[in-house]
């Protein structure tokens, strides 16, 4: 197997010609021509990831934030990024990540949201294309609730510890946006395409402060997106399925915000 052969699955499912201009998907680290004996899927990636794929013996890793993101002016051991990358480049470990593409399918971040929330009629809220890509999406509660019943079926069908909400409104919600990860921006069109409620991640504070008869909640940047990770292992096993691929052992370990107090 090699590694060129893992990214052509991954970008099947998330082509590389959908990332938002910004970001920094695909092959970071390594050569398509190189070969991969196991892999290891996670969600950021960090020094203890690769350290985890070296003791399982994967010489790839795969995951949703990509290692490299914005300009690297120096690679040393002191930073998570720079240590990242030279436990990768020192034991010949290929480094992919799936972001804004995983992000923009519906079969990926917000279509698992969706899914989670038991959502009927979604639809791409930021479609482009021929409507078939986008970022986040829009759909239907099964059966409408007040704005607390609603934090309360969040909560239960994410697992959250917490959840960050506008003031939760009493008349009946049915009509859902959902964007995972960092959603404050798309806000605005939420509402104005007929959503009661917002639900995505890093809102700031003055974003709480919504118009009558629309509600936001912050369920967490982690949260909202970690199930990328299962997606991503079920296509490489879907298309290799005697091949060595593992899910992280400390991915519920592994998101770095932390709840003090609860």
């Known amino acids: 197997m090699k590694v060129g052969d893992i990214t052509q699955v991954l970008e099947k499912f998330a082509p590389l010609r959908i ?7 695909g ?3 390594g050569s398509p021509d190189d070969a991969v004996h196991g892999i290891l899927v996670g969600f950021d990636c960090t020094p203890g990831l690769i350290e985890e794929a070296v003791e399982k013996g994967c010489d790839m890793v795969v995951t949703h934030h990509p290692l490299i993101f914005k300009g690297i002016r120096c690679i040393h051991s002191e930073d998570p990024v720079g240590a990242a990358v030279m436990l990768a480049v020192r034991h010949g470990v290929a480094v992919y990540a799936a972001h804004t593409t995983a992000d923009k399918v519906i079969a990926g971040v917000s279509g698992a949201m969706a899914r989670r929330l038991s959502l009927q009629n979604v639809s791409i809220l930021v479609p482009e294309e021929d409507g078939t890509v986008g970022l986040g999406c829009i759909g239907d509660f099964p059966e409408p609730m007040t704005g607390a019943e609603a934090l309360k079926y969040v909560q239960e069908k994410f697992g959250l510890k917490l959840i960050r909400s506008s003031k939760p409104l009493e008349t009946p919600i049915r009509r859902v946006a959902l964007l995972g990860g960092s959603g404050g921006g798309e806000m605005g069109l ?33 949260e909202s997106e970690v199930e990328i990770v299962d997606i991503f292992l079920a296509e490489i096993r879907k298309n290799f399925p005697t091949f060595a691929s593992y ?8 998101n770095p915000v932390h709840y003090f107090g609860l």
């Not at 899910?247 to 592994?254: E, F, N, P, T």
């Open 19 to 25: 990332q938002e201009d910004w970001d920094n998907s």
């Open 27 to 29: 092959l970071l680290i």
């Open 190 to 222: 939420a509402c104005s395409k007929g959503a009661q409620l917002y639900i995505t991640a890093d809102v700031s504070y003055h974003n709480f402060f919504t118009p009558e008869g629309f509600m936001v909640m912050d369920i967490g940047h982690f």
């Open 247 to 254: 899910k992280s052992a400390v991915l519920d370990r592994s």
